[in-house]
């Protein structure tokens, strides 16, 4: 399968405007945008780093994903999600599909900052959250 890097690290937070504060301030990394996905009740802040990019993401409801992780995480944020790249996802999905892969996603749907994006189930993954994503 063609993987082309690590597209992004997801990075669940409890409070997105601390944390913009932190990594500008502190570590000096700039905010590249931020984008709030309402179909999965986040709102993203994206911090490219070198030939990657962290990409946080606070919950904007109660009963969305990352409401549910943080919820699970003991009411602490953390790593949610591992983001690969790849040039198609739709032959990605089908590949991982063939092999027995269980996705979350079976069709490419729209992920923060204009990607295509599908995730794939943490028990086909080791526990991972995966995520496949596809960038023109
Ligand atoms: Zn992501």
Known sequence: MDIAKVDHIGIAVTNLSETIKFYEETLGIKCHGTEEVADQKVRVAFFPVGDTELEFLESTG???????????????????????????????????????????????????????????????????????????
Do not use: W
Not at 84 to 95: H, K, N
């Open 62 to 136: 109660d009963d969305g994903p990352i409401a549910k992780f943080i919820e699970a995480n003991k009411g602490r944020g953390g790593i949610q999600h591992v983001a690969l790249r790849v040039p198609d996802i739709v032959s990605a999905i089908a590949e991982l599909k063939a092999k027995g892969v269980q996705m979350i996603d079976n069709e490419p749907r729209y992920g923060a900052g204009g990607a295509s994006i599908a995730f794939c189930h943490p028990k086909s993954t080791g526990g991972i959250l995966l995520e496949l994503c596809e960038r023109n």
